[in-house]
């Protein structure tokens, strides 16, 4: 497959670059790959597709303030973006400037946070810093919200609560598990009297979930890795459910990726915590998630490559094409994709 196959026309104007009002006010777009059919909806109609005995699974990850910025000790201007905490005092992070800090290279974050570049962990840069808080407590205080590239504005006080579900428990994402971002308590509350059964896994999103896929053959690019953690308990649930009949809904390709990724091993879910570079593209064989909630991804990356395995290339192209014409809004404070069935066979993945 060529990356060129996972491209489209996106006018900027349909980028959003900030939340509605309203985390229920986003549209829905509902595909039904089986049926090759696609309705105009609004999230407030979520109810009416899923089904009582229906299991949602959501991602509990929580975006800290990953962002910092700063200098050198020779004054240069820099731009940290954290990808993973290690421990209390040691972070693994990007960092932009004129030229990359070497080995012993003192640094100053925010005019506070004084800290080393001690090491280069491939293709990310070892911070550590001695105070007596953790990073986790600097960058709460000191740290911006690290909105997506394509969002062309600064963060702001809003940000700290709209970039983030109401249901986020687990500090270490850089970037938020999007098709989260829709549900309130209340919407939550409509779907647990509805009947529909609800469970939650941890996946840190890291910053390279918005990277494009550079290689021409798709086949040729590596996958970064993410930090997954499923338990002993969403395995039951995930029994329970299909013992009763019922659909697995991952709410995100990050639910998507990290239940597919647990069923790796035997092609039966089991119990998973560790990092995994799971690369879903169209001719994956699934062996989990039944339908799925998602937002609209960037051309030629990876999630767009996931979603087309689960709803078939062709038709989740079509569906993108009909999104662009009717004006959804897109990417992270975008509209959202209901899946209700995932495609059960493509003939020709590569066509």
Same mark, same amino acid.
């Given at each position: ?17 900030? /939340? ?12 039904? /790959? ?14 009416? +597709? ?10 509990? *990850? =929580? ?28 972070? +693994? ?17 925010? &005019? ?5 570049? !001690? #090491? %280069? ?6 911070? %550590?810093?001695?105070?007596?808080? $953790? +990073? ?15 969002? #062309? =504005? ?5 940000? %700290? ?28 509350? *409509? ?13 840190? !999103? ?10 021409? #053959? ?34 995100? *390709? ?11 091993? $035997? ?21 989990? !998630? ?9 051309? =030629? $990356? ?5 979603? $087309? ?6 038709? *989740?192209? #079509? ?9 959804? =809004?897109?990417?992270?404070?975008? &509209? ?10 493509? /003939?020709?993945?590569?066509?």
């Amino acid at each position: 497959m060529k990356a060129s196959e996972f491209d489209y026309q996106l006018p900027a104007s349909l980028i959003a670059q900030k /939340p509605l009002q309203q985390r229920r006010a986003s549209r829905l777009l509902l595909l039904d /790959p089986q049926q090759q059919s696609m309705y105009d909806q609004q999230f407030t109609d979520l109810p009416q +597709w899923v089904q009582p005995g229906d299991l949602m699974v959501f991602n509990n *990850t =929580r975006v800290f303030p990953a962002r910092l910025f700063g200098q050198k000790q020779s004054g240069g201007k820099i731009e940290v973006l954290v990808e993973r905490l290690i421990d209390d005092h040691t972070l +693994w992070a990007h960092i932009r400037s004129s030229k990359s800090p070497k080995p012993g290279t003192r640094l100053l974050l925010q &005019d506070q946070i004084e800290c080393e570049m !001690v #090491e %280069r962990a491939g293709e990310f840069f070892v911070l %550590r810093q001695h105070s007596e808080c $953790s +990073w986790l407590e600097l960058l709460q205080q000191h740290g911006h919200m690290p909105l997506p590239p394509y969002i #062309e =504005r600064s963060d702001d006080a809003e940000d %700290r609560e709209r970039y983030q579900t109401v249901f986020a428990e687990k500090p270490g994402a850089v970037a938020a598990p999007t098709a989260g971002l829709h549900f309130d308590q209340d919407m939550l509350q *409509t779907l647990r009297q509805q009947g529909i059964e609800m469970a939650h896994l941890t996946l840190h !999103v890291g910053a390279g979930t918005f990277q494009p896929v550079r290689v021409d #053959e798709v086949e040729n690019h590596r996958m970064h890795a993410e930090m997954v953690e499923v338990n002993v308990s969403v395995c039951e649930q995930v029994a329970a459910t299909r013992a009763r009949g019922g659909r697995v809904i991952a709410i995100g *390709t990050t639910v998507v990726r990290s239940l597919e990724a647990a069923a790796q091993a $035997s092609g039966q879910l089991q119990p998973f915590h560790g990092d995994t570079r799971l690369f879903i593209t169209p001719g994956f064989q699934f062996n989990v !998630v039944d339908a799925m909630l998602t937002n609209f991804h960037l051309p =030629r $990356s990876t999630l767009l490559m996931l979603v $087309s395995a689960f709803a078939g290339k062709q038709f *989740t192209l #079509e569906a993108y094409r009909h999104a662009v014409e009717q004006h959804y =809004r897109f990417f992270s404070y975008g &509209d959202a994709m209901l899946i209700r069935n995932r495609i059960q066979s493509e /003939p020709d993945a590569s066509q």
